[in-house]
């Protein structure tokens, strides 16, 4: 099984600021990696598909980059309402995998 | 605009069969993607469960396979999630979801299924 490694686990930033996170797989799975946006009593959202392809309706503000086994996740200027917690997951050979998740909070 | 909404029992015993049905609208199950199930416990990350193409095909986490099935019904187009032996360990919220052998583009709300005597 592919694992991911996400960090941080919990993140601290001011409105305006330039968020990033990362997600490294243990073994290489191309651009095979998703970028998803949870709020509290609500389902996922997709962000970002394969590695840096913005999902239609998302801000751009939200990018990805990477490939291999080492991606990025980037807000370009934190909103208030990007108080979420995001996960990465990668795809390959018919399984997915999530990293454990990055908790945003406003500072 | 594709929905997906999970139906079943919100409570089930120990060692018994959690089994949870997501029915499809706006998007006919048979025109082609993989559909399944990702499971959330309370305050914890996300966990894929299994999937399945219209076809039958399926594939499962192996750290649950020898517990799960996951079976589709393309006449009434939906498709289900069959859980045996729970036990506290498989309390968690349940997403029915699609495209889930790649990227999940769309996702139910959630039902929380309680694990409890």
């Known amino acids: 099984d592919i694992q991911m490694t996400q960090s941080p686990s919990s993140l601290s930033a001011s409105v305006g600021d330039r968020v990033t996170i990362t997600c490294q797989a243990s073994q290489d799975i191309s651009n095979y990696l998703n970028w998803y946006q949870q709020k509290p009593g609500k389902a996922p959202k997709l962000l970002i598909y394969d590695a840096s392809n913005l999902e239609t309706g998302v801000p751009s503000r939200f990018s990805g980059s990477g490939s291999g086994t080492d991606f990025t996740f980037t807000i370009s200027s934190l909103q208030p309402e990007d108080i979420a917690t995001y996960y990465c997951q990668q795809y390959d050979n018919l399984s997915i995998t999530f990293g454990q998740g990055t908790r945003l909070e406003i500072k | 605009q594709v929905q997906l909404q999970e139906s079943g029992p919100g409570l089930v015993k120990p060692s018994e069969t959690l089994s949870l049905t997501c029915a499809v609208s706006g998007y006919s199950i048979s025109s082609g993607y993989y559909w399944g199930w990702i499971r959330q416990p309370p305050g914890k990350g996300l966990e894929w469960i299994g999937s399945?193409?219209?076809?039958?095909?399926?594939y499962y986490n192996p750290s649950l396979k020898s517990r799960v099935t996951i079976s589709v019904d393309t006449s009434k187009n939906q498709f289900s999630l069959k859980l045996s032996s729970v036990t506290a360990a498989d309390t968690a919220v349940y997403y029915c979801a699609r495209g889930i052998v790649a990227t999940v583009d769309y996702w139910g709300q959630g039902t929380l299924v309680t694990v409890s005597s």
């Open positions: 399945i193409y219209h076809s039958g095909s399926t």
